[in-house]
């Protein structure tokens, strides 16, 4: 009998490997020495050995899943319980529960992690479809919102999934406010179609009238209908585009027809009127010289037969007339204004009244002297310095008052 740590060679050539439970048979050996079985049988632990290695390698070293690692070590545990091979079966058993609790391990680590997933999972389609309801509630940017609203759908799918109750609630939600906003975008264009025909409308109406008085010759009053036309078209508001474009184009095509027919006949009628331009250039020229007014009457009379003439001209071109017109007003108000200042100065009532303050500022003054010299004579100081300082102001007074009588007095030439 042949022997070894764990296992032995019996004479009649079993093999047996010792375990914690007794001596297990694992094989037959009737060829060779008992060594060279032992040694066979060790090579079958060694090939046991290096499989419990390899999937503690693959558990420890990958990530492997807790379910495939823990069927294989269900497999190598029944493989080591069975095995026909001499060696330390209890330490691979051991080995096998280490791993074992390593996977209990990353089972729960999975789990949780599984759990947290499916909880952030939970919290990206609560927050989609809490968007999708705000944008079905609220927004009335159509375009961006339906986009919006595929790219929510596109999160959606590529969220992680969570439980199936809790999911389904959420999906109905989303499909829900997908659905309200595709109403409340009919609703809408359904009442914009409406408003955009109640604007083609008027606006086909707006149109008629512009081409009705398209060869009108009333150029004032045409050209104030079309200008209340276009305010009229401007506060219709807008039909669809292609409506609107083939509308406006008629419209513009009658204003057009109307204004340029209008300008034809002011430029020929402005190219008649340059003769009374030049005619009016040189009547502004002598009016000009009137200026300064040193002669009132004069200067009104030389106005007046000027301006006669002026009328006489005739109507100028309109780009023209402002700024003549502007000129000879510029020299009427000139004259005017001397007219009133030459009213002014011989005005009797305010020359009176001028004429009085000189003549109570004079009698003033003579009292003043004469009480002046009273003191001067009695030799009151006192009653001297006030008399003096109420001449120099009487005086200055009467200065004053002197040059306001002189500008009523008669000048020469009026």
């Known amino acids: 009998?042949?022997?070894?740590?764990?296992?032995?060679?019996?004479?009649?050539?079993?093999?047996?490997?010792?375990?914690?439970?007794?001596?297990?048979?694992?094989?037959?050996?009737?060829?060779?020495?008992?060594?060279?079985?032992?040694?066979?049988?060790?090579?079958?632990?060694?090939?046991?050995?290096?499989?419990?290695?390899?999937?503690?390698?693959?558990?420890?070293?990958?990530?492997?899943?807790?379910?495939?690692?823990?069927?294989?070590?269900?497999?190598?545990?029944?493989?080591?319980?069975?095995?026909?091979?001499?060696?330390?079966?209890?330490?691979?058993?051991?080995?096998?529960?280490?791993?074992?609790e390593l996977v209990a391990h990353r089972r729960e680590e999975v789990k949780a992690a599984r759990e947290q997933a499916r909880a952030e999972a939970k919290a990206v389609k609560e927050r989609i479809v809490a968007e999708a309801e705000r944008i079905a509630d609220e927004t009335t940017h159509w375009k961006s919102g339906g986009e919006r609203l595929r790219q929510l759908v596109e999160e959606w799918k590529a969220a992680d999934r969570i439980d199936r109750v809790t999911e389904a609630q959420?999906?109905?939600?989303?499909?829900?406010?997908?659905?309200?906003?595709?109403?409340?975008?009919?609703?809408?264009?359904?009442?914009?179609?409406?408003?955009?025909?109640g604007v083609r409308a008027a606006k086909e109406q707006i149109v008629a009238e512009a081409e009705a008085i398209a060869d009108s010759t009333d150029w004032g009053g045409t050209a104030a209908v079309y200008r209340e036309l276009m305010q009229r078209w401007k506060s219709a508001g807008r039909a669809s585009r292609e409506v609107e474009d083939a509308l406006w184009t008629r419209f513009k095509a009658a204003q057009d027809q109307f204004f340029q027919a209008r300008s034809a006949v002011f430029a020929e009628r402005d190219a008649s009127l340059a003769a009374n331009a030049d005619v009016k250039e040189q009547l502004l020229a002598e009016a000009e010289k009137i200026l300064p007014v040193t002669d009132v009457r004069a200067a009104r009379a030389a106005l007046r037969h000027l301006v006669e003439r002026w009328e006489a001209a005739g109507p100028v071109p309109r780009e023209q007339r402002d700024?003549?017109?502007?000129?000879?007003?510029?020299?009427?108000?000139?004259?005017?204004?001397?007219?009133?200042?030459?009213?002014?100065?011989?005005?009797?009532?305010?020359?009176?009244?001028?004429?009085?303050?000189?003549?109570?500022?004079?009698?003033?003054?003579?009292?003043?002297?004469?009480?002046?010299?009273?003191?001067?004579?009695?030799?009151?100081?006192?009653?001297?310095?006030?008399?003096?300082?109420?001449?120099?102001?009487?005086?200055?007074?009467?200065?004053?008052?002197?040059?306001?009588?002189?500008?009523?007095?008669?000048?020469?030439?009026?």
Not at 35 to 52: I, M, S, T, W
Not at 170 to 197: C, H, I, M, N, P
Not at 377 to 399: F, I, M, P, Q, Y
Request: proline content about 2%; glycine content about 6%.
């Open 170 to 197: 959420l999906w109905k939600r989303l499909s829900a406010a997908r659905t309200a906003f595709a109403k409340r975008r009919k609703v809408y264009f359904a009442g914009l179609d409406e408003q955009r025909e």
């Open 323 to 414: 700024r003549l017109e502007g000129g000879l007003r510029r020299v009427d108000d000139a004259v005017r204004k001397a007219e009133e200042a030459e009213w002014k100065r011989s005005n009797p009532e305010a020359r009176a009244r001028a004429q009085s303050t000189v003549d109570q500022l004079r009698t003033s003054i003579e009292q003043l002297e004469k009480r002046l010299a009273k003191a001067q004579a009695a030799g009151r100081a006192k009653d001297v310095k006030e008399a003096e300082e109420a001449l120099t102001a009487r005086r200055s007074w009467l200065e004053e008052a002197e040059r306001t009588l002189a500008e009523f007095s008669p000048r020469q030439g009026r």
């Open 1 to 100: 009998m042949s022997t070894d740590p764990w296992g032995r060679v019996d004479d009649d050539g079993t093999v047996y490997v010792r375990t914690a439970e007794g001596e297990r048979a694992v094989g037959s050996w009737q060829a060779g020495e008992p060594e060279e079985a032992l040694a066979y049988f060790h090579r079958k632990y060694d090939e046991l050995a290096g499989q419990v290695q390899l999937l503690e390698q693959r558990v420890r070293g990958t990530d492997l899943a807790p379910a495939q690692a823990e069927a294989g070590i269900v497999k190598l545990r029944e493989a080591v319980a069975d095995a026909h091979a001499v060696g330390d079966l209890a330490a691979l058993t051991a080995r096998l529960d280490g791993l074992s």
